[in-house]
T-cell receptor
Framework: GESVGLHLPTLSVQEGDNSIINCAYS??????FIWYKQESGKGPQFIID?????DKRQGQRVTVLLNKTVKHLSLQIAATQPGDSAVYFC????????????FGAGTQVVVTP | ETGVTQSPTHLIKTRGQQVTLRCSSQ?????VSWYQQALGQGPQFIFQ???????GRGNFPPRFSGLQFPNYSSELNVNALELDDSALYLC?????????????FGSGTQLSVL
């Protein structure tokens, strides 16, 4: 079936460097994409979202890029900090899915000093 | 803090037993969704409730059921527990549940089935 997936299960990044987390999606009907951060012992925390009519959106230290041609989503974190260490999930949904999110498997980001 | 609280935080059950997990949504949020997160995987949508009615269901058997109450609390019930039901169960609330609304997740209930 159609699903959201991630290319890299673990990403090791040096403190201060930029991080890039990638995600591939296959459901062409999805029109809304979200990145979540999940720290140990906590639920997913909203980071940033993007609608399918956009290809880039920026937040505080984070940027999400959407390439609908190749069905690819990425999250860029600028100047990665130790507090950014967590598992990052991309998720997709559509107007017809009434809020049902389809999550990918996640990428573990480890920030080293 | 998201304003979404879940109880208990941890629970141990045996195969065949029944379990009830509880969630208290953010005040004013009419929609609650439940997700199952197996170890090392992303959350999987179980179902969603809007104003006390089930409004969308994922690929979970009928032994997974839920209730939503007028006071923004909800329950997830699982009957005839199986070993594979061991997972982190997350609830999330939103205002109306429409695509594009932020979901606010609780910290989850870790269920272990022995």
């Amino acid at each position: 079936g159609e699903s959201v997936g991630l290319h890299l299960p673990t990403l090791s990044v040096q403190e201060g460097d930029n991080s890039i987390i990638n995600c591939a999606y296959s459901n062409s009907a999805s029109d809304y994409f979200i990145w979540y951060k999940q720290e140990s012992g906590k639920g997913p925390q909203f980071i940033i979202d993007i609608r399918s009519n956009m290809d880039k959106r920026q937040g505080q230290r984070v940027t999400v890029l959407l390439n609908k041609t190749v069905k690819h989503l990425s999250l860029q974190i600028a100047a990665t900090q130790p507090g950014d260490s967590a598992v990052y999930f991309c998720a997709e949904t559509s107007t017809d899915s009434w809020g049902k999110l389809q999550f990918g498997a996640g990428t573990q980001v480890v920030v080293t000093p | 803090e998201t304003g979404v609280t879940q109880s208990p935080t941890h629970l141990i059950k045996t195969r065949g037993q029944q379990v009830t997990l509880r969630c208290s949504s953010q005040s004013g949020h009419n929609t609650v969704s439940w997700y199952q997160q197996a170890l090392g995987q992303g959350p999987q949508f179980i179902f969603q409730y809007y104003r006390e009615e089930e409004n969308g269901r994922g690929n979970f058997p009928p032994r997974f059921s839920g209730l939503q109450f007028p006071n923004y609390s909800s329950e997830l019930n699982v009957n005839a527990l199986e070993l594979d039901d061991s997972a982190l169960y997350l609830c999330a609330s939103s205002l109306t549940g429409g695509a594009g609304e932020k979901l606010f997740f609780g910290s989850g209930t870790q269920l272990s089935v022995l």
